[in-house]
């Protein structure tokens, strides 16, 4: 097969090699652009690769509704550095992704790399010539996808673009109907951070952890070690108020609980509306963060 001026092109955007070595590539894999960016990256002449070992911490989430709400998706897409998580580019790259999770069955992250993504390849090759010309590091972290029987989904978005939120309704009622109660939900787990529904959704291993946490605490306090039978079942139950949804202080009315904000809402609408999902997607959670040293990296280029 000839290679053509324009594969050359192609391949120097997808993989930010040069064009002599892109060239080569392709006249050594006989045209085909896959095995071509697979030989640059063997080569380690793929810009793409050698990004591939930085931290992306930063980036953006992302969420999609279908249009009776019946069914949403969240997506976290990581970047480097929070100036490249406000590329338009980028912005548009994470939307699209959010609305190819919403149409995915399939829950495992391969499945979703593989799928095919506007003609340009697959989504892992569509990351790939993202990171090869925005110049950083990237990484489909993660998705969700929602779509419960007879459940509607709301959700919030964070400003900055760093929390976002799906929550799910059992109701009868339409998501015209339950669009403010669902999005103040929405918002309460934004904000609050809740990581139960409801108590009887407790992890017991988490509940065991925080008993024996808690007695620490007393006894560092310097209760009686005979007293904390009677007095830990009351810790305990606070710690479940904070911690599950609907019974944490509602935000915007702290004189009811979130289940009695939501059956009020219901009562309004004369159907009863009862939250049975959450997700909660927050940029970067749980990623070890580099602490970069700028004096210190700036003297090393300097002595090379």
């Not at 053509?4 to 997808?14: S, Y």
């Not at 995915?104 to 990351?127: H, I, Q, Y």
């Not at 015209?176 to 103040?184: A, K, P, W």
Request: overall charge negative; glycine content about 8%.
């Amino acid at each position: 097969m000839a290679v053509t001026a324009q594969m050359v092109k192609e391949l120097r955007e997808m993989t930010g090699a040069g064009m002599m070595d892109c060239k080569k590539a392709l006249v050594e894999v006989d045209g085909d652009m896959d095995k071509a960016v697979e030989f640059l990256r063997e080569k380690g002449l793929s810009k793409a690769a050698k990004k591939a070992g930085r931290v992306a911490a930063e980036g953006l989430v992302q969420i999609a509704f279908s249009e009776d709400h019946k069914a949403a998706a969240v997506v976290e897409v990581n970047s480097e550095t929070d100036f490249v998580a406000k590329n338009p580019e980028f912005r548009e790259f994470v939307d699209s992704l959010s609305q190819m999770a919403l149409r995915e069955d399939d829950p495992s992250m391969d499945a979703f790399m593989a799928l095919e993504f506007k003609g340009e390849g697959t989504v892992k090759d569509a990351l790939t010539a993202k990171i090869a010309k925005i110049g950083e590091n990237m990484n489909i972290r993660r998705f969700k996808k929602l779509a419960g029987e007879g459940v509607v989904y709301h959700g919030y978005v964070h400003s900055n673009g760093k929390i976002a939120v799906l929550v799910g309704l059992e109701t009868d009622a339409s998501a015209e109907e339950t669009e403010t109660v669902g999005r103040d939900v929405a918002m309460q787990v934004a904000s609050m951070n809740p990581k139960f529904v409801k108590e009887d959704e407790v992890d017991q291993e988490w509940l065991a952890h925080e008993t024996e946490i808690a007695k620490q605490q007393l006894l560092n306090e310097g209760k009686p070690e005979s007293l904390l039978e009677r007095i830990i079942p009351g810790k305990i139950k606070a710690i479940l108020k904070e911690v599950c949804l609907v019974d944490q202080k509602f935000v915007k009315n702290s004189d009811q609980t979130v289940s009695q904000y939501v059956a009020e809402a219901g009562k309004a609408l004369g159907k009863d509306i009862a939250i049975v999902e959450m997700v909660r997607f927050e940029v970067g959670e749980g990623i070890e963060k580099k602490e970069e040293d700028f004096a210190a990296e700036v003297a090393a280029q300097m002595g090379k």
